[in-house]
């Protein structure tokens, strides 16, 4: 949709002060309404204040659409459980960056790129030995992302974005892998050409030099969807951190590894290990989730239900219900069971029901089975935020890119208002 076509031509109105002042009116694709307030500050001297940005639109944005109250997720117009069921993950990473579902070349030649960028410098491997190897993965992965601007510096961006784009998405996986061994001490296995981009990743992290590894296709599948259902997420916080470096026009390395940075927090990408360490916790004390369903009622226990709640979605969040299925499935195909998820499944039934949630509006995030899923296929808890950072990247690729490509684009800087001391003389110390 143009841009032009999005104001409808009439305003709001603001009333402030006694004066009056014109909101152009926005509304998207999707009929979300929006007012421009670009020129509020000049013309009124006022500005808005949205703690959270919770009603803020940073921008228009043509790559993912989530309507949180019928709990929808769409890609570039296609609902998330059409390219669950229908695509691989380089697609889905292809559709986002370059708007369009690609023909077999273009996929082809996609995946040639992406096969044959996997490597990372072998002066990269130096950097590993520097970590101690308690490191927490997600420290090694945004360090090793910033380090490539060192290694590829140019970075003309008419001639050299395609072919960084294929080596990020390419050595990522790469780095992913090397940080998992050196944090168990065991040798690198380095990319091979002839396995699809999940099954390289599962061979890199459980191959050993030893013997052969056989890639069970039930966990190749599974790790698949989940890194095409966290793919993009709209202006979540570590989006919005890619966004905002970006702006300034910093390359996509440093861009991104920052966004790496904004996604290890616990409220955010960290939470699929904190959902997971929870449901260790309560099954330790004896698996008696309504202790723990009413001290997350309870605001002065600190204990938050991890995996549940969401700024966006007030119904189901589709990917939970996508993996919550997958979860089943994948844990009957490899014959395992995990009290954890019977745990998680109590909780999630009790919040359904329960008054405090309802009203809140509380319910299961994609990080509540994601971890039940990647534990069945034996990655280990401090690996989980590394996977959705994996399945992010191709978001924040493409959200950085159409902010770049975007006309009249300014770096971002919010406003505030000052609430501190006002103009006070200087005092010398022996006079404070
Ligand atoms: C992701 O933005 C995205 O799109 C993110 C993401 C993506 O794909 O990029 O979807 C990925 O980050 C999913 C969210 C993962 N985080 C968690 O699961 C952590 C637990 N959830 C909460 O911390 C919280 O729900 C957030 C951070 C997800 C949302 O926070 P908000 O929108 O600021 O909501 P809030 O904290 O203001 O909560 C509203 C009310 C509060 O109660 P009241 O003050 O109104 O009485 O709900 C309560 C909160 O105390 N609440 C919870 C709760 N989450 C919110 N109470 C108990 N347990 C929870 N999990």
Redesign the pocket.
Known sequence: METSKVYTGENAKLLLQGKEYNLPIMIGSEKEVGLDITKLRADSGAITVDS?Y?NTGSCLSAITF?DGERGILQYRGYPIDELAAKSNFVEVAYLLIFGHLPTKAELDDFNFKLTHHSLIHEDMKKFFEGFPPTAHPMGILSSMVNSLSAFYPEFDYKTDLEINIARLIAKLKTIAAFSYKKSIGQPYIYPQNHLSYSGDLLNMMFAVPSEEYKINKVVEEALDLLLIL?AD??Q????STVRMVGSSEANLFASISAGICA?WG????G??Q??LEMLEHIRADGGDYKKYMNM??D?SSG???????????KNF?P?AKILKASADKVLGQLGKSDPLLDIAKNLEEIALKDD??IE?K?YP????YSGIIYRAMGIPTNMFTVM?ALG?LPGWIAQWKEMRETPGTRIYRPRQIYTGATKRAHAPIDKR
């Open positions: 959270g919770g989530i966290h997420h709209e979540n916080c570590s989006t996604l616990p409220l955010h990408g939470a699929n904190e959902v997350a009622k605001k204990f938050k239900l991890m995996g549940f709640g969401h700024r966006v979605y969040d990917r405090f949630f809140r509380l995030n994609v990080d509540f959705f992010r």
